[in-house]
């Protein structure tokens, strides 16, 4: 079976990852031992980049909707049970330290085609976009910083530019945006 997208429980005790034997993908859980591998999802679409809440009490992933239909965010709890779905649409979530925000990114359908950008949602349920790339150049992968006022992500210009990904921080409130590495191949997942 392979496994991707390992993260963490908030205590240290147990990894959340994606795994699968063929090209669906599945949420499963095991300790940090290595013992008590437990499934938490059983569908026929895949399910991606798992995220623990502060409390640990809920995982947030994504969900791929069938064929073409983009991913949803959905929760489960760390026995497999309460699966739901949230309003949002999009991938690769994090939750903030506090367990009151959420980012993730989203594809945002331009004139021309789609970008993926970063976006936050509130305990409130309210949304708003915190990055706005143009045609070609795509966010990903955001990350909370420790005390929750920064997002760091990766960030990939235009193939026709010639350079990598890099990871650029941006304040939670949108302001003080900068490139913080400059790759010419990628550099990618950030992490604090």
């Known amino acids: 079976m392979r496994a991707e997208w390992p993260t963490w429980s908030p205590d240290g005790k147990r990894l959340a990852f994606v795994g699968g034997a063929d090209s669906r993908s599945e949420l499963y859980i095991i300790s940090a031992g290595g013992h008590g591998l437990r ?3 059983h569908n026929n679409v895949s399910d991606g980049t798992p995220a623990w809440s502060p409390s ?3 995982i947030l992933f994504s969900r791929k909707r069938g064929a073409g239909g983009g991913h949803q965010l959905m929760l489960v709890s760390p026995t497999g049970t309460g699966v739901r779905a949230l309003p949002l649409h999009g991938g690769e979530p994090a939750w903030s330290p506090d367990g009151e925000h959420i980012a993730w990114a989203r594809a945002v359908k331009g004139a021309r085609e789609e ?3 970063i976006w936050i949602a509130d305990s409130d349920g309210s949304t708003r976009q915190l990055t ?3 045609v070609g150049v795509a966010s990903h992968h955001p990350t909370w910083s420790p005390d929750g006022r920064t997002i760091a992500f990766m960030r990939s210009p235009p193939a026709a530019a010639g ?5 650029w921080p941006i304040g939670a409130n949108g302001t003080g ?3 913080v590495t400059h790759a010419r191949f990628e550099d990618a997942d950030p992490d604090w």
């Open 115 to 117: 970008t993926d950008n």
């Open 177 to 179: 945006l900068r490139q």
């Open 39 to 41: 499934r938490l999802t």
């Open 56 to 58: 640990g009490r809920t």
């Open 163 to 167: 350079k990598g990904a890099s990871i």
């Open 132 to 134: 706005h790339e143009h």
